[in-house]
């Protein structure tokens, strides 16, 4: 064999992580430039750098673009209702301590329609992880505003700018006593899987907020039309600081306001599961 | 008189710079971008084949066959699973 | 410590409705209860509360209702028998959890403690409202099974029986129970644990690379839980037999078969009720739940005037209990509809009945006195 011919491109069927991911249903559904396929592609690497035996990784997640996650990754995944993915981790993550439960969930899911299952899944520190991709947007829908969309951006329900005040998740989480909290974007792929990797260690309610491109949907309506408009984005906009003041977290998306990243809280809380305990002491079930 | 340091592995003389084997799945390939942009060493350009979807999977630009890393940024960000870098021994190829 | 020794005991007990399912569900299995308060269910997640850390299960209060029933959908999923209990405006809001279970086709068991309504009506008062929304309230086409005691005895065997189906047909179940059944108390008789049948959902025995979550060879797939090595696919969306998300006519058509076609095939051996004086009888009372007892003192009543009336209580409500009704109807020269609402039940037995059907309805929040359903007889003859 000579030399050129051994290193050129090589074409194959199949990738070395196709063990992890369902690989009869790829290609997968979404856009050129969107990044979930990388945030996947995080997750592969971190469960497989994980101590965890694989089969004991569930993925839950809801409806949306992010919501297809679950369709994508070869372990247990349910793809439930819109809002719903906490509420039907925590139950399985109380009845089954053997597994490792992660909710992969988009922003309209999660913090939106979902809001009240995430600030009281945080507050009780039930030992699921919730990876919460952020794309400022409802995409799967068609591009309406949410909860995440900074004030004045553009979207098919606010054609003429958001005008409502964006949740900062950082603070909202940290606040609600979350052992772990951190934010990373798609473009940081070695730290957002470093990070993951620490959230499944973590006793405890473990949430990452990944920050994601969106060009067709979120881009389309705001100078950001391609994949790589994101990724110059992040690249020029990003700070890691990873003992911010989370109270200057918010993101505005405004020219000059960084996006600050980094792993703001890794702390022990006595978990849900730990208290449960004293339930069960106090109830004759445990000596 | 000033302190000059100079950071400098103790083992650099054993050192050696990896080289990377790109492989592709050109029917997952949608043309985004990023592996081609990310490229600390601009191996990969845009190719010319179009897949079934129509997308243009890369190919590794003339002359750069040697010069991937396998840093792996490429395989890290593909969104699509599509691209993968294997480490080689220098030794293997040449 | 052996969790089965604290179980209600076999014997003759005297306990409020709420508890007596309470004790049911222990004694069905049920590991995982989730719940948000909501008079007048509350007895039940109290009981629960203080129970089920005593035989070393999982008792937790969630959010919302909405919460409560994902939750046990989650639990169900990692393989454990789970339930809650609500009332009306809780019920509403755990209709989208329903479909999901249909279509996830994870078994749980929901009780409807029904109050007055509509929207808040009377929270410490009876109805018999929620006939209609047990079956139809979510989304799309699915079939599940509806119970309805009318005492303390029935409300204890029929959420074991909810158990039972629900984990055999891999559906959601409820038991719609009403105001005055869960807090009436009454006499209870716990049979010997060996009489009382437990069925617990069929696992799949085979070789793991040939499992298909929602093989369409079968009618109810044999289940695996989450953890088992089988790396299901479990999807809300309409999906092929492997749980993959599908646009294809034949999916979604095998789909919903299966789905209705579980319930439908077995109507026949779901179907409970019981009948008093019917043989003769020219005018046939239906009636379910709390009104049944007022109807069958009517009905008694009624026979003491000579009056040939009969009566037939539902103890299925759904899947509809067409052959007896029909039969009755074929024998009677009339069938009235008793139920403390507008006319909800009345609907279907006015579809399979061959004779006049007419309704005595009565206020809701309130148990019709004996007289008042005689009254409504005597109008009728």
Redesign the interface.
């Known amino acids: 064999m000579s030399?050129?011919q051994?290193?050129?491109?090589?074409?194959?069927?199949?990738?070395?992580?196709?063990d992890l991911?369902r690989?009869d249903r790829?290609?997968?559904i979404?856009?050129?430039?969107?990044?979930?396929?990388?945030v996947?592609?995080?997750y592969v690497?971190a469960i497989a750098s994980s101590n965890i035996p694989i089969d004991k990784h569930v993925v839950v997640s809801g409806i949306g673009c992010t919501g297809r996650i679950a369709g994508y990754i070869k372990l247990d995944s349910y793809h439930v209702t819109h809002g719903r993915p906490i509420a039907f981790a925590e139950g399985m993550r109380i009845v089954r301590p053997d597994l490792e439960v992660t909710v992969i969930s988009g922003d309209g899911d999660l913090v939106t329609i979902g809001g009240n299952h995430f600030i009281h899944a945080i507050r009780r520190n039930v030992d699921i992880n919730v990876f919460l991709v952020n794309n400022f947007i409802y995409g799967m829908t068609g591009n309406q505003m949410g909860s995440t969309t900074p004030i004045g951006a553009r979207s098919s329900t606010s054609p003429y700018g958001c005008p409502e005040y964006p949740f900062n998740l950082p603070l909202l989480v940290a606040s609600l006593g979350a052992p772990f909290v951190a934010r990373w974007t798609?473009?940081h792929?070695?730290q957002l899987?470093d990070a993951m990797k620490r959230a499944l260690q973590v006793k405890g309610f473990a949430f990452i907020e990944i920050i994601t491109s969106c060009p067709v949907g979120f881009g389309s309506y705001n100078e950001l039309r391609?994949?790589?408009d994101f990724?110059k984005l992040f690249r020029d906009s990003c700070v890691v600081d990873h003992n911010a003041d989370l109270t200057k977290v918010g993101i505005t998306l405004r020219p000059g306001e960084p996006i600050v990243l980094g792993n703001f809280v890794d702390r022990e809380v006595p978990t849900y599961h730990d208290l449960e305990k004293e339930v069960f002491k106090k109830a004759g079930w445990l000596k | 008189m000033t302190l000059k340091i100079v950071r400098e592995p103790i083992n650099k003389h054993i050192q050696k710079i990896p080289l990377g084997?790109?492989?592709?799945?050109?029917?997952?390939c949608?043309?985004?971008?990023?592996c081609i942009?990310?490229c600390p060493k601009d191996v990969l350009i845009v190719g010319n084949e179009r897949n079934i979807?129509g997308?243009r999977w890369?190919?590794?630009a003339d002359g750069k066959?040697?010069d991937c890393i396998a840093c792996k940024?490429c395989?890290?960000?593909?969104?699509?699973?599509?691209i993968?870098v294997k480490e080689?021994e220098r030794g293997?190829?040449? | 410590m052996s969790g089965e020794l604290k179980l209600l005991k076999p014997g003759t007990h005297f306990l409020m409705g709420n508890i007596a399912c309470a004790e049911a569900a222990l004694i069905a299995g049920c590991e995982f209860y989730a719940g948000y308060p909501i008079t007048p269910s509350n007895e039940i997640a109290e009981h629960m509360s203080r129970r089920m850390p005593e035989l070393g299960r999982h008792f937790i209060q969630m959010e919302d209702e909405i919460a409560s029933a994902v939750a046990i959908l989650g639990a169900s999923a990692a393989g454990v028998k789970s339930m809650t209990a609500t009332s009306g405006p809780g019920f509403s809001l755990m209709m989208e959890s329903i479909g999901l279970s249909a279509m996830l086709e994870l078994p749980c068991v929901i009780v409807d403690v029904q109050r007055a309504g509509p929207s808040t009506g009377i929270p410490t008062f009876v109805g018999q409202g929620d006939v209609m929304q047990s079956r139809w309230g979510s989304h799309g086409d699915y079939e599940l099974v509806v119970y309805a005691p009318s005492s303390v005895q029935e409300f204890f065997d029929l959420t074991i029986e909810a158990f039972n189906t629900s984990e055999w047909l891999r559906i959601p179940t409820i038991v719609l129970s009403d105001e005055v059944v869960g807090h009436m108390y009454g006499r209870l008789e716990v049979p010997p644990y060996d009489k009382i049948t437990i069925i617990n959902r069929k696992k799949y025995e085979g070789r793991k690379e040939d499992y298909l979550p929602y093989n369409y060879e079968t009618l109810i797939p044999p289940f695996v839980a989450a953890g088992e090595g089988y790396r299901i696919h479990m999807t809300g969306l309409t999906h092929d037999e492997r749980g993959y998300p599908s646009l294809e006519i034949e999916d979604s058509h095998k789909l919903l078969e299966r789905l209705v076609m579980k319930v439908r095939k077995n109507a026949k051996n779901l179907w409970k009720y019981e009948s008093y004086f019917i043989d003769d009888a020219d005018i046939v009372v239906i009636t379910f739940g709390i009104t049944a007892r007022a109807s069958i003192e009517a009905v008694k009543r009624a026979r003491k005037e000579g009056l040939k009336i009969g009566l037939l209580k539902l103890l299925t409500l759904w899947p509809f209990p067409e052959d007896p009704v029909k039969i009755a109807s074929q024998y009677a020269r009339r069938i009235l509809v008793a139920e403390i609402n507008m006319g909800q039940l009345i609907h279907p037995v006015r579809e399979v009945a061959e004779c006049p059907v007419a309704s005595i309805n009565y206020p809701v929040g309130y148990v019709p006195p004996p007289e008042y359903i005689l009254d409504g007889i005597r109008a009728a003859v």
């Open positions: 030399r050129s051994i290193l050129r491109e090589n074409i194959v069927k199949e990738s070395p992580r196709d991911i690989k790829f290609p997968h979404w856009c050129p430039g969107c990044s979930l396929g990388t996947l592609k995080c690497e798609t473009l792929v070695r899987a391609e994949g790589l990724i | 084997w790109i492989h592709i799945i050109p029917e997952r949608k043309e985004c971008g990023f942009e990310l979807k997308y890369p190919k590794i066959a040697y940024m395989e890290w960000i593909c969104p699509e699973f599509a993968f080689v293997e190829v040449v």
